[in-house]
């Protein structure tokens, strides 16, 4: 039994290392986008110690500025903490939903919002992580474990120099390796005696000497039945102790426990491409004209001395107020000048500076920066912000597709499992349950369907007032919650058709006329007492 892990073990590390070769120009590419734009992460093709200096080739820190702009708007427009940015809703036509099922998604989706916002908003701090990950490198990877004991659900961001992802068949990334390294007290306080003799032992004697561990995940079906309870789990979990080749510990998930969103996948590959790679080449160039620029600018502040030979420099005395002896000839010459080059400061940093302006555009600065024009109504803001917004629409789905859905299903299904959550409806036994999103960004991407509705009121109205029988061909009620939905007002807001139709019919009503009637009465007679 203990060859075959140690032989699962070692199938387990040869396959990780055959992906890491595989993506070994990739580590390299990354590792140069990161020492120009996110130095802290520049540890891809090899290990730097800690509180190493990262920065030593950046001479202009707008690239990296325009990457962390970018990701705080990823993170405020489509998950900001303040706001609602998903909601639950039935898989069924809106006038088929029952009030009991609206009710249990409305609070289903508030518990889980509660609960991201829950242990001192870890999600949200780390999903910050994520974005800056994703528009650097293209590529993400965040980690979602389930604490069965406590109900709690942890997140983390893990560093892309440590995984290495594969896809299946549809091109979704289903197997994630985690090489990464572990102090030998944290290996024995997570596995305990199923850890080798010698980190056992370091643990005793150099609590805080590292080891190295690998963690895979990838589809049960590849890798035969579990044991126990992990048999019934769509995911197997291992984790190895790789410079031992022992096999550690053996799990699963019910669901994939990593999400692996891409930017894009133009280059198609199994990592994505980024707004970096992109930029790169005016990322160097700007560095380098910088560099240029900085060394020009000191020769014309602090220019070089022309002298006759190196002895007469000898004991010269350039710092301020101090006496040069001998700078005069009998005639009162100089015998020192400075060298004016003639170099055009000027020219370099207007070079510079589209430069600057090309990598901030790459990193969608325009978008993000919504500078209101002179003379604008708030219509005419809010027409360009979204048409602004819409071009980060197929950049949102793939994040959608790759990053949200499987969170928030990973979500439900770990806060159902530690009864979090109330029992469904009997409608909702017998139908499945969608996501939608109400964020900034996602509500951007369907104002074109309400700006539209706006538009044919607008239109109509003028003919309206002369033939008030062409609203007609409108339904009014379907018209106002399309407009409601295309803003993103919640479900709770809305009535149900029902509780509409009741409300009218109760309107309506002998009793609710004579009362009006009366209000009426009452309301003439105070004005005309008030007049009197």
């Known amino acids: 039994m203990t060859q ?73 427009l489509i998950t900001n903490a303040a706001n609602d940015w998903f909601t639950l809703r039935a898989d069924l036509a809106e006038d088929e939903e029952a009030q009991e099922t609206r009710v249990w998604l409305d609070e289903v989706t508030r518990r889980m919002r509660a609960s991201f916002a829950g242990n001192g908003q870890r999600f949200y701090a780390r999903v910050m992580e994520l974005y800056a990950d994703l528009v650097t490198f293209g590529t993400g990877v965040f980690y ?79 890798m035969g039945a579990g044991r126990g309870a992990a048999a019934e789990m769509a995911f197997a979990s291992f984790y190895v102790d790789v410079e031992h080749g022992s096999l550690l510990s053996e799990g699963g998930y019910h669901e994939f426990p990593y999400q692996v969103p891409r930017w894009s996948t133009g280059s198609r590959g199994v990592y994505g491409d980024s707004p970096a790679m992109l930029a790169l080449p005016d990322v160097k160039m700007l560095n380098a004209m910088s560099k240029t620029t900085i060394i020009a600018a000191q020769k014309a502040v602090d220019p070089p001395l022309l002298a006759i030979d190196e002895l007469a420099v000898r004991g010269l005395r350039t710092h301020p107020g101090g006496i040069i002896y001998g700078g005069l000839d009998e005639n009162g010459r100089r015998r020192y000048e400075p060298l004016q080059s003639g170099g055009n400061v000027g020219l370099g940093l207007e070079l ?18 919504m500078v209101q024009q002179p003379n604008q109504t708030a219509t005419e803001v809010l027409a360009r912000q979204e048409e602004k917004l819409r071009l980060m629409g197929p950049h949102l789905g793939r994040i959608q597709a790759e990053f949200l859905d499987p969170l928030i299903r990973r979500q439900f299904g770990i806060m159902r499992r530690a ?48 033939r008030p029988e062409i609203y007609d061909n409108l339904d009014a009620d379907l018209a106002a919650r399309l407009l409601a939905q295309s803003f993103g007002v919640p479900n709770q807001l809305l009535r149900t058709r029902e509780a509409v139709a009741a409300q009218r019919a109760a309107a309506q009503s002998p009793e609710a006329a004579g009362a009006m009637g009366g209000m009426l009465d009452g309301l003439g007679a105070l004005l005309g007492g008030g007049a009197a």
């Open 419 to 466: 009864g979090l959550l109330p029992p469904p409806p009997k409608q909702l036994r017998a139908s499945g349950i969608r996501i939608g999103y109400v964020s900034p960004l996602a509500r951007a991407q369907r104002a074109g369907e309400g700006a539209a509705i706006v538009r044919v009121l607008e239109s109509l109205a003028p003919l309206g007032a002369i």
């Open 144 to 222: 979602v474990e389930e604490d069965t004991a406590s109900g709690r659900v942890h997140y983390s961001c893990r560093h892309l120099a440590e995984c290495f992802v594969a896809e299946n068949a549809r091109d979704e990334v289903d197997t994630v390796f985690r090489r990464f390294a572990f102090t030998a007290r944290q290996a024995e306080a997570r596995w305990g005696d199923a850890c080798h003799a010698a980190i056992r032992r370091a643990a005793a004697a150099e609590p805080d000497r590292r080891f190295t561990f690998l963690h895979a995940v990838l589809p049960r079906d590849e």
């Open 4 to 76: 075959q892990r140690n032989e699962l073990a070692r199938d387990l590390i040869r396959r990780q290392e055959g992906l890491a070769a595989q993506r070994t120009t990739l580590d390299h590419l990354w590792q140069e986008i990161a020492e120009l734009m996110k130095p802290m992460r520049a540890d891809f093709t090899f290990t730097r110690q800690p509180g190493e200096k990262r920065a030593q080739k950046i001479f202009d820190g707008t690239a990296g500025q325009a990457a962390e702009n970018l990701a705080a708007g990823l993170w405020g």
């Open 352 to 369: 510079e500076e589209q430069r600057r302006e090309a990598v901030r555009q790459a990193f969608y600065f325009s978008l993000l920066l």
